[in-house]
T-cell receptor
Framework: EPEVTQTPSHQVTQMGQEVILRCVPI?????FYWYRQILGQKVEFLVS????????KSEIFDDQFSVERPDGSNFTLKIRSTKLEDSAMYFC????????????FGPGTRLTVT | QKEVEQDPGPLSVPEGAIVSLNCTYSNSAFQYFMWYRQYSRKGPELLMYTYSSGNKEDGRFTAQVDKSSKYISLFIRDSQPSDSATYLCAMKSGGGADGLTFGKGTHLIIQP
């Protein structure tokens, strides 16, 4: 069964450094998303991406964040100048265009900022 | 008032029991409703997807939406220890808005 994959599974970085989290969405899906989940808190929407541009973003998704589809299979989230409060699980999700609004999530990348 | 409220539990029931999990929401624009299961430190796994009001059944799972009360439920029949996980409700409005709004999740424990 096709699934969303994410790398790395765990990333440790120092405050102020840049990180790139990578995702490979399900192959026939064209909508892509990033969410985050701070430990013990709810899953929060960051951004959605379709047709090579951002279609929606939340208040959390400020200038520190950017997304990119660098090739036909990868979808990335870049966090510039990481802060301690960026420590969280980051989930990528994807969905098909025409079928419905079901979003399928990857296993997540645990980001630890020290 | 939080947009989506969900009792965090833990909810502990014996194996074989019927489990009822619920969410309430405040935004009347929500039209699409999902239930996800999340094991510890894993990604959310889609269980059920419903549109507008009504019931939907899939195996041991039944999702129910009551838009007039802004209340959704997930029922699990013949619960198994492997059902022990955190269950997240999620929802979105129609139109261009695409991000899901999640509840905090209910931690469910099925006792063998």
């Amino acid at each position: 069964e096709p699934e969303v994959t994410q790398t790395p599974s765990h990333q440790v970085t120092q405050m102020g450094q840049e990180v790139i989290l990578r995702c490979v969405p399900i192959s026939n899906h064209l909508y892509f998303y990033w969410y985050r989940q701070i430990l013990g808190q709810k899953v929060e929407f960051l951004v959605s991406f379709y047709n090579n541009e951002i279609s929606e973003k939340s208040e959390i998704f400020d200038d520190q964040f950017s997304v990119e589809r660098p090739d036909g299979s990868n979808f990335t989230l870049k966090i510039r100048s990481t802060k301690l409060e960026d420590s969280a699980m980051y989930f990528c999700a994807s969905r098909e265009v025409a079928v419905g609004y079901e979003q399928y999530f990857g296993p997540g990348t645990r980001l630890t900022v020290t | 008032q939080k947009e989506v409220e969900q009792d965090p539990g833990p909810l502990s029931v014996p194996e074989g029991a019927i489990v009822s999990l619920n969410c309430t929401y405040s935004n009347s624009a929500f039209q699409y409703f999902m239930w996800y299961r999340q094991y510890s430190r894993k990604g959310p796994e889609l269980l059920m997807y419903t549109y507008s009001s009504g019931n939907k059944e899939d195996g041991r799972f039944t999702a129910q939406v009551d838009k007039s009360s802004k209340y959704i439920s997930l029922f699990i029949r013949d619960s198994q220890p492997s059902d022990s996980a955190t269950y997240l409700c999620a929802m979105k409005s129609g139109g261009g808005a695409d991000g899901l709004t999640f509840g905090k999740g209910t931690h469910l424990i099925i006792q063998p």
